[in-house]
T-cell receptor
Framework: AQKITQTQPGMFVQEKEAVTLDCTYD???????LFWYKQPSSGEMIFLIY????DEQNATEGRYSLNFQKARKSANLVISASQLGDSAMYFC???????????WGAGTKLIIKP | DVKVTQSSRYLVKRTGEKVFLECVQD?????MFWYRQDPGLGLRLIYF???????EKGDIPEGYSVSREKKERFSLILESASTNQTSMYLC????????????FGPGTRLLVL
């Protein structure tokens, strides 16, 4: 069965420090995709970054990068130089076998301290 | 930019009422989704649609129905609202054709009294 695990329910990080949010996945598919979303307190889910299973390089989008370790089945999100506005819930998700659905992790609540 | 809008940000209804939640996307996306989100339970898929008039059940379809008469619009219907349907409802869309990034609307916080 396909599964996403986020083991950190919450994290506190000092402003301007880098932060790594953990995500491990389980799938028997050879082709899959991994996503990270941010959900601020306003409730909207904001797409951050995508990594395809065949992508050889780690995905990057501005201050976000995805540390993709295929053999370990991990897809950690790295946020460089954290800002107060990064405080939010962060969800890791994987494209499921149907190609329509996403399998979601439970999320990590990140709080950036000034 | 993809824009997904939902008809209400906050909604208060009474038990037994019929509730309509509407979602509209403006990017000609093939796929649309309805989720509910509850503390400690994450996002759970209620229904999704991959084409006009097509729908498939997600993980928790009981007590809900959906309608997709036009490509841009996907409605979630609570036939007879119950207190255990108090939740945050999120609509999303994706392009399809293996472009599966989902883009979300702002969410509707529904309270059923």
């Amino acid at each position: 069965a396909q599964k996403i695990t986020q083991t950190q329910p919450g994290m506190f990080v000092q402003e301007k420090e880098a932060v790594t949010l953990d995500c491990t996945y389980d799938t028997s598919d050879q082709s899959y995709g991994l996503f990270w979303y941010k959900q601020p307190s306003s409730g909207e889910m904001i797409f951050l970054i995508y990594q395809g299973s065949y992508d050889e390089q780690n995905a990057t989008e501005g201050r976000y990068s995805l540390n993709f370790q295929k053999a370990r089945k991990s897809a950690n999100l790295v946020i460089s130089a954290s800002q107060l506005g990064d405080s939010a819930m962060y969800f890791c998700a994987m494209r499921g076998g149907s190609n329509y659905q996403l399998i979601w992790g439970a999320g990590t609540k990140l709080i950036i301290k000034p | 930019d993809v824009k997904v809008t939902q008809s209400s940000r906050y909604l208060v209804k009474r038990t037994g009422e019929k509730v309509f939640l509407e979602c509209v996307q403006d990017m000609d996306h093939e796929n649309m989704f309805w989720y509910r989100q509850d503390p400690g339970l994450g996002l759970r898929l209620i229904y999704f649609s991959y084409d006009v008039k097509m729908k498939e059940k997600g993980d928790i379809p009981e007590g809900y129905s959906v309608s997709r008469e036009k490509k841009e619009r996907f409605s979630l219907i609570l036939e007879s609202a119950s207190t255990n349907q108090t939740s945050m409802y999120l609509c999303a869309s994706s392009l399809g054709a293996n472009q599966e990034t989902q883009y979300f609307g702002p969410g509707t916080r529904l309270l059923v009294l």
